[in-house]
């Protein structure tokens, strides 16, 4: 269990937050068939909606909906039509369903066109998806761009189909309609900096998985279970925004009709596969040096426990969106296995038993120190840098001099003011004087009390920086 | 044998390449004892020459022999005196001939002033060259500087000599003459590039060693037949400048004749020692991360084989002229073993013997390699840079979504439009993605088709950069 | 013993120089109580003005010391009040002085405030000090800011203190008088570079630790030392500016009232502890890149023996004011075991025996290295940078060609012509070509000699650079 878990308000409601978590994916894995557009997704962000104004003595949280038109032209991309399902199914030779919808949303392949034919099984079998290598799970598949239909099903299910004539029952529409996501905005509760850097903190997770619980149930509870914390939090230095997307085209949907909001971020995550046994794992932005990159990898390192941090690469979520040329954002992701490299991923045995509430409560532990190390990260300045101000006169040194047990605030304070020099922030002073990150915070409340630290941009009293 | 090597055009002809460049090797190990002056120069650019002339159905390529006159200033050098040969031996005390350039051209001290002298053995031993602890060889010297006589012969044979009165004729001549080098220019196909970078590629070999095969009747072996394969590419985007020229001298003379040609050089190699049996090796520019640099280091572990890739140093070959820091050209050395590493080095054991068909085949195809990576080697613009453009209705993706078994292609293509910033070229692409050079090129050729991608200095069709 | 001893002028006075070190070593010990002000810095100064004065063949060395008035502002300090101590000691209760300053130095707590009073065992506790690891040794113990008195002693001493009422005499004056500190300046005696560049070398040891032979009797010893060396030298580059500061105090006071004269600093060197059996250990300044760090570097590997380079931090001597972020000096500390890692570190057992003779005679021959690779390195320019100049003519060259037993030398020259472009300093280019600095230094002296290199600020003859 992560140190960091023990300090949101989550037990104080009489379940853990890993059960809470757990809950949440499981109310979202019996939503309806949910994919990049339609009502799936409608009913999936009312779930979200509800947990979210599920008061627990926080303020009232804004959750706003949107619904972008199909046709909307959004950067090289344009809105797909919605897509809805009233049912689906495939009647054998012997007139019983073989494949229906109705037993699993994974069944129909997703965005499948309306239809309905007669067909015999060899005709049948370029719409029939199955995994040899794993002959009892359902896989996970779609055509969003390329108009197609099919069925997924067990390689079992799929060898034991007789030959003979198949009914095709594909009661699906596909029009125009709109794109659905939505948005929780939780604004800074300090004063914007002097310096005019980047002040937004932009996290997102994708709702268009059906049904499977880590890829991506996780991420929308624990995005869910965030929007609670931060609007808890005493103070915000950062605006937080919490976006509820459908993978790529709602990014880029997103991207395009926020221009304005893309030059006020300053960090971003993307959360998904929080909640599956791999070890925690941190995907570094394309910039590779951003503070959200530093934060993380000292929030995964201080735990002791085993994790991973891995290079950018342009395969993967939404943060391939975020981390194109022309915006390249200072966006990770986080998460814990990777996709592609557990089996489960994409298939019907990613359901409830694939996430466990303790991983679920320990990724989300991890990404609230991640935000807090990024919250308390900045760039302070020495009001005194000529020479070692004397601390022992401010109450900040010990009285009998020359003892050597010195305490880790002490080399705290002296890192700090040797290196707040307006060009390192804290992360920097941490990394560079090999301490805790939590010790230079330390370090600098107390100097920054006597006044021996202000922002970087801060006007001093006379007026000059 | 190198991959490489199967796509010139050699085994058309009838004779693998490697023996063809072996029996350039032996031709020019037959020719007229040479220096870094006179009619044995002369004569090894007229055998060059007509192996170019050799149609073997491609275009006429242009070879072009400077004469520089004697006493001609040359940055802080001046053109030496023309030394020429006509026979040169040492009589015994019997009478007989006991060392005679008619033998082996190394048995004349290089530039050995005229000298007809009878002397004792004893006034004669600190005019004779021998090495003790190779005692079959014959060392390979000269005084082209200071003025000097001598004769090199094997320890056995030193050793051998009785005492007496010895005869020394050395009919030889310097005077005021010229230096001779030539020059081979194939012009670029393609438009200069919008952003009016170096548009030459510069490749250079020495030609003053007296017969030796590998240092360095490999190198001009080979230069001729880079000849024919330039001449023969359907598209050259660079100039390519070979030139055959004296070692020091002739860089330093051809470097200070073409100042106006120096600021055009985006590229260099000079070529020494390509025949033996040690593993290829690149020595790096004084820049060490030049294009050329980043191509050799590819072409040469791409290969899976052994190979070098060594620091630059001040000490060589021509690439000390080209790299002398008033110039700092981006030139390379490419060869196998480097001087002084093997024992054969600068004797009569760096025979024919000790080159081979297959390690001057081999050499080739790299040689060829690095500079398919140059000619390919580019910055690219995204033109689509805010968001991933849509790959599947441009045809560039796969239909059905959601498999893992990702295309190397695919990746490729994702690398490329992230990174094509228009900051990074195609050989930081394939570092930074981990993957094959050409599957970078095979990326860049199927996004240019469709329009996106752009040459860096491109002006897009709306007029903007 | 170090290569660099051999070469001072010590042997010729008859004793060596590590005896002389030590004699003056237990000098400084054998002198009145000292702290950070008072009558026993003055007389530890006139220790060190006499040994200076001991005119050894060298040039009369001027010796300046300075008294700055108690409540002087120094940067963020105020000078304090000046400390003398005419007795102090512990009556028992059998009336027996039990503790006496007299008997050891380290007895009185620092600047222990004028103190009569009658205790009892346990009143008079929270004023003594021993060590109970250590039992035989007594603690050394300062309370310069915050007004205290106390005695230390050794733990076998303080168990051995019987109940009953002790008596408390510490006959000391803290009354506004003045800080004292001494400085040595021996100008340059080259003219100023024209490039500007900063031109003093700042050597600095404190002064105020009592009788403690290491921490900074050893300091003191080979400061004064060196006073005589730089003397001596027949040519200083640099204007060496020696100080004898009391420590932290002393240094912030030398530089708020030196802020002319801190501009014009190059490298500079805070010495401590030189004595013991650690081995040499140099830390970096701030910068971590200084001539002076890298310098040290070279210093202490070219010996082959065992040696430390250790990074900047901001717990250790003075280089923690000279390194403040608002100075950000040149600064770097030599000497051999560091604060606190020894045990003997701030106790009675640094004494005459923890420091030998050839430990002091080794740290003065790598500063004096130091000092002189500082002096040495310089960035040139190579007036003949189109191609290599031709050595031959100018008598740098072998006069026989094609010879493999390259000499260091020639290496050399080839290196330093290759670099020498304006951008690297010696140290870079022996760093780069893997050679021994003085190999560069032979060959820069060699190539400055024909004209082949100038200083990098020199106009050419022609009047252009």
């Not at 853990?16 to 978590?21: D, W």
């Not at 893309?262 to 599956?276: A, E, P, Q, S």
């Not at 951003?290 to 939404?318: I, K, N, Q, W």
């Not at 900040?396 to 003011?417: C, F, K, P, S």
């Amino acid at each position: 269990m992560s140190p960091y878990v023990t300090v949101t308000t989550s037990e104080a409601q009489g379940t853990t937050l890993g059960e809470r978590l757990h809950g949440l994916v499981a109310a979202l894995g019996a939503a309806p068939v949910r994919s990049i557009t339609g009502d799936g997704v409608r009913a999936t962000l009312e779930i979200v909606q509800k947990a979210v104004a599920e008061g627990r003595g926080t303020a009232e949280i804004p959750f706003e909906v949107h619904e972008v038109p199909s046709g909307t032209p959004v950067l090289d991309w344009t809105v797909p039509k919605e897509w809805n399902v009233r049912a689906a199914y495939l009647v054998g030779p012997d007139g019983s369903r073989v494949v229906d919808i109705a037993d699993h949303p994974l069944h129909l392949l997703g965005y499948s066109v309306p239809t309905r034919a007669r067909l015999s099984l060899d005709e049948l079998r370029p719409h029939l998806f199955s995994m040899p290598d794993r002959p009892d799970w359902i896989p996970y598949r779609t055509s969003y761009w390329n108009e197609n239909w099919g069925f997924c099903l067990t390689d079992t299910a799929l060898r034991a189909l007789p030959d003979g004539e198949y009914e095709v029952v594909i009661d699906t529409t596909l029009t125009d309609g709109s794109l659905t996501y939505a948005e929780i905005v939780l604004p800074a509760t300090e004063p914007a900096p002097a310096g005019g850097e980047p002040t937004e903190f932009l996290i997102t997770t994708h709702t268009c998985h059906p049904a499977t619980a880590n890829d991506n149930g996780s991420g929308i509870a624990i995005l869910t279970e965030l929007a609670h914390h931060l609007a808890a939090l005493p103070r915000r230095r950062h605006t937080f925004r919490l976006l509820f997307i459908p993978g790529t085209i709602g990014s880029i949907t997103w991207l395009a009709q926020n221009r304005d909001v893309v030059g006020r971020i300053g960090h971003g995550l993307v959360l998904t596969g929080l909640g599956d046994r791999s070890q925690p794992t941190y995907k570094r932005s394309r910039r590779g040096d951003a503070v959200v990159d530093r934060a993380a990898a000292v929030a995964l390192a201080e735990t002791g426990r085993p994790h991973r941090v891995v290079d950018f690469s342009p395969y993967g979520y939404d943060e391939r969106q975020f981390c194109s040329p022309g915006f390249d954002l200072p966006v990770g992701r986080f998460g814990r296995g990777q996709h592609g490299e557990y089996p489960e991923y994409h298939t019907s045995a990613d359901n409830l038993d694939f996430v466990s509430p303790e991983n679920l409560a320990e990724s989300f532990g991890l990404l609230t120190r991640i935000i807090e190390i990024c919250e308390r990260n900045a760039v302070w300045r020495n009001t005194s840098p000529y020479g070692e101000p004397q601390l022992g006169r401010r109450g900040l040194y010990r009285a009998i001099g020359a003892t050597m047990n010195r305490q880790a605030v002490e080399m705290g304070l002296l890192w700090v003011l040797n290196l707040a020099d307006g060009t390192h922030d804290l992360l920097d002073i941490a990394a560079r004087a090999g301490i805790e990150f939590d010790s230079v915070t330390a370090a600098v409340d107390a100097l920054a009390g006597v006044g021996l630290l202000v922002p970087r941009d801060a006007v001093s009293p006379e007026g000059t920086p």
